[in-house]
Protein backbone atom coordinates (compact mmCIF):
# COMPACT_ATOMS: atom_id res chain seq x y z
CA UNK A 1 0.00 0.00 0.00
CA UNK A 2 0.89 3.23 -0.81
CA UNK A 3 1.24 5.83 2.54
CA UNK A 4 0.35 9.21 1.73
CA UNK A 5 0.95 12.12 4.43
CA UNK A 6 -1.44 14.30 4.69
CA UNK A 7 -0.74 18.28 4.91
CA UNK A 8 -1.74 18.55 8.94
CA UNK A 9 0.13 15.56 9.77
CA UNK A 10 3.43 17.70 8.25
CA UNK A 11 2.52 20.90 9.59
CA UNK A 12 2.16 19.54 12.71
CA UNK A 13 5.04 17.32 12.75
CA UNK A 14 7.81 20.49 11.52
CA UNK A 15 6.08 21.86 14.87
CA UNK A 16 7.36 19.05 16.90
CA UNK A 17 10.79 19.03 15.59
CA UNK A 18 11.44 22.28 15.67
CA UNK A 19 10.50 22.04 19.38
CA UNK A 20 12.63 19.37 19.81
CA UNK A 21 15.53 20.65 17.70
CA UNK A 22 15.67 23.45 20.51
CA UNK A 23 17.38 21.12 22.62
CA UNK A 24 18.80 18.82 20.22
CA UNK A 25 19.02 18.94 16.53
CA UNK A 26 20.39 15.67 16.71
CA UNK A 27 17.44 14.28 18.92
CA UNK A 28 15.29 15.79 16.10
CA UNK A 29 16.49 14.15 13.27
CA UNK A 30 16.71 10.83 15.25
CA UNK A 31 12.96 11.49 15.93
CA UNK A 32 12.02 11.90 12.50
CA UNK A 33 14.04 8.77 11.20
CA UNK A 34 12.39 6.78 13.52
CA UNK A 35 9.00 7.73 12.68
CA UNK A 36 9.35 7.36 9.21
CA UNK A 37 10.61 3.78 9.60
CA UNK A 38 7.91 2.90 11.94
CA UNK A 39 5.66 4.88 9.31
CA UNK A 40 6.90 2.89 6.54
CA UNK A 41 6.15 -0.37 7.87
CA UNK A 42 2.38 -0.02 7.98
CA UNK A 43 2.38 -0.47 4.34
CA UNK A 44 2.92 -4.17 5.37
CA UNK A 45 0.68 -4.92 7.65
CA UNK A 46 -1.49 -1.65 7.89
CA UNK A 47 -4.28 -3.52 10.60
CA UNK A 48 -1.58 -4.22 12.93
CA UNK A 49 -2.06 -1.07 15.32
CA UNK A 50 -5.50 -0.66 17.57
CA UNK A 51 -8.64 1.30 16.24
CA UNK A 52 -8.43 4.73 16.72
CA UNK A 53 -10.10 5.98 20.35
CA UNK A 54 -10.87 9.10 18.77
CA UNK A 55 -12.73 8.21 15.33
CA UNK A 56 -15.67 5.32 14.93
CA UNK A 57 -14.28 3.65 12.20
CA UNK A 58 -12.26 0.40 12.16
CA UNK A 59 -10.11 1.57 9.06
CA UNK A 60 -8.43 4.87 11.03
CA UNK A 61 -6.33 3.38 13.41
CA UNK A 62 -4.04 4.96 15.93
CA UNK A 63 -0.08 4.56 15.83
CA UNK A 64 1.33 5.25 19.16
CA UNK A 65 4.84 6.48 18.99
CA UNK A 66 6.56 8.44 22.13
CA UNK A 67 3.69 9.88 23.65
CA UNK A 68 2.41 10.79 20.02
CA UNK A 69 -0.80 9.38 18.71
CA UNK A 70 -0.70 9.00 14.90
CA UNK A 71 -3.77 8.47 13.54
CA UNK A 72 -4.23 6.87 9.94
CA UNK A 73 -6.72 6.24 7.61
CA UNK A 74 -6.60 3.13 5.12
CA UNK A 75 -8.22 2.80 2.26
CA UNK A 76 -8.39 -0.65 0.72
CA UNK A 77 -10.44 0.64 -2.93
CA UNK A 78 -7.17 3.04 -3.64
CA UNK A 79 -4.87 1.13 -2.00
CA UNK A 80 -3.33 3.67 0.51
CA UNK A 81 -2.72 4.63 3.80
CA UNK A 82 -3.24 8.44 4.70
CA UNK A 83 -1.28 9.77 7.60
CA UNK A 84 -3.71 12.57 9.29
CA UNK A 85 -2.13 14.35 12.35
CA UNK A 86 -0.11 13.81 14.81
CA UNK A 87 -0.99 14.66 18.29
CA UNK A 88 0.24 14.32 22.26
CA UNK A 89 -1.43 11.23 23.76
CA UNK A 90 -4.61 12.17 25.41
CA UNK A 91 -7.34 9.86 26.56
CA UNK A 92 -10.66 9.93 25.36
CA UNK A 93 -13.04 12.05 27.49
Given amino acids: MQIV ?3 KYLKKLQEIM ?6 SVNQAVKFQIDLDELIDSISCMPY ?3 E ?3 FDNENI ?3 VFKRY ?3 YKIDTIKNQITIISINKYQKKL
Fill in 5 to 7: RGT
Fill in 52 to 54: SIY
Fill in 61 to 63: RDL
Fill in 48 to 50: KFR
Fill in 18 to 23: SFIAKD
Fill in 69 to 71: VIP
